[in-house]
C-alpha cells in the first residue's frame, strides 16, 4: 500500500490555530498528495482534501460523527446533544426534522422577514454618520430568526440575544477570555429556549403551530419519546445560531461587489441566474469554515490507503472550495463558473458535502443562500453608500475569518 505523509511537527494543533483555514491545503501541496498524517489535540489524526476525499469522508458506512467533536467546541458552537453528534438512524430521524422546517415557503417567509428588518434598519443607517456592517447584519438576523422561528425578543432583550447566538460562532475558537464568554453565552441561551420549550409543552406559551419552536418543542425521537427539554433547546438553538451567523457571507457579498465591481451590472439588471452564480461564488471564494472531523467505523483500505478504526479524519473546506482540480483559476472570483453548474454536492463543500437529508450536510444551507440573495438585492438595489479608507483584508487567523474593519459604510442613502 502506498504510503501516507507524515507532517514531522511532533503536535500540529498550534500551527492549525495559526492558518487554520489553509493548515492542510498547504501540507498538501507540500506533500503532493490529497492525504497526509499529523497529530491533532495529541491524536494521530489523517488530513485530506478534494472532491473524492469529500465523497469518501461522507459515506456514513467509512465515518462516523459521534464523539468527535472536541468537548470545547460542543461547549460553545455545536451544543452537547445536537445533530451534529449524531450517527446513524438517530441522526437521520433527527436531520428529518430540521429539515421539515426548510421548506420553499418557510424559507420565503424567513427572508420576507429579513427584508422588512433591514428595511427599519435602514431608516436609522441614513441618520448615521457610519455603519459598520457585520454587527449590523447580525442585529438584523437576530430579530429576523427569532422572529420566524416563533422565539421574538422583546426590544430590551435584542441586544442580549443577539450577542448570545454571535458569541457561540464568533468566539468558539477563541482562547482564554474569549472561549469562556462563548460557553458562558451558550449556557444562557440554552436557559433561554429552555424555558421556552417548557412554557410551550405547559400551555403557556402558544409559538405558531409551523414554527420552528413549535416543531422541535413537541418532536419525538425514533422511540417515541419527545426530546428532553435541554436537548430541544440545544436544537432549536441549531436553527437560530446558525442563521445569525450568515451574517459572516452577508459581509462577503459586500466585500466582493466592491472588490469585483464589474460584477455589478448584470445585478443591476435582475438576472437571477447570475444572482445564483454570485452568491455560489461568494460561498466557494471567501471562507467560512476551515474543515470538518469524523473518525473510522472500521479498518478498511481505499485506493490503497489503509484506514485504521478509530483514526481521526480532518476534511479540508476550504481548500477543496480551492481545488485547481476542480475550479479552474480557484482563486480568481468568476461567478460565471456556476452558471450552468451541474451542483455536484462534493465539490463546493462550504457546509460539508453529500446531501442534506442524508449526510452531515448543514440543513440550513438554502436558508444561507436565500439571505444572501436579500443582501445582494439591497447592496445593488435598495441603497447606495460610499466607503471610507478602511482595512479590508481579510483576517485568516480568526475563526470565522472577516474582513479587519467589518466592512464599514458612510453616507448611506435608500434608492427608488
Known sequence: MPEIPRDPLPESTLALIRDPYRFISKRCERYRSDFFETTLMFQRTLCMRGREAAALFYSPQRFARAGVAPMWLQKTLFGVGGVQGLDGEAHRHRKQMLMSLMTPERIERLAHITSEYWRVALGKWVRQKRVVLYPELREILTRAVCDWAGVPPTESEVKQRTYQLTAMFDQAAAIGLGHFLSRRARRQAEQWITDVIEAIRAGRYHAPVESAAHVIAWHRDASGALLDRHTAAVELINVLRPTVAVSV?????????????????????????????????????????????????????????????????ALDLYGTNHDARIWKEPEAFRPERFLGWDGDPFSLIPHGGGDAHRHHRCPGELIAIDLMKVALSFFTRRIAYELPEQNLTIDYRRLPALPRSRFILRNVREMG
Open 249 to 313: 457571507y452577508m459581509t462577503f457579498v459586500a466585500v466582493a461587489l466592491h472588490q469585483y465591481p464589474a460584477c455589478q451590472q448584470p445585478l443591476r439588471t435582475g438576472e437571477t441566474d447570475y444572482a445564483e452564480a454570485f452568491v455560489q461564488e461568494v460561498r466557494r471564494f471567501y471562507p467560512f469554515f476551515p474543515l470538518v472531523m469524523a473518525q473510522a467505523r472500521d479498518d478498511f483500505a481505499w485506493k490503497g490507503y489503509h484506514f485504521q478504526k478509530g483514526t481521526k479524519v
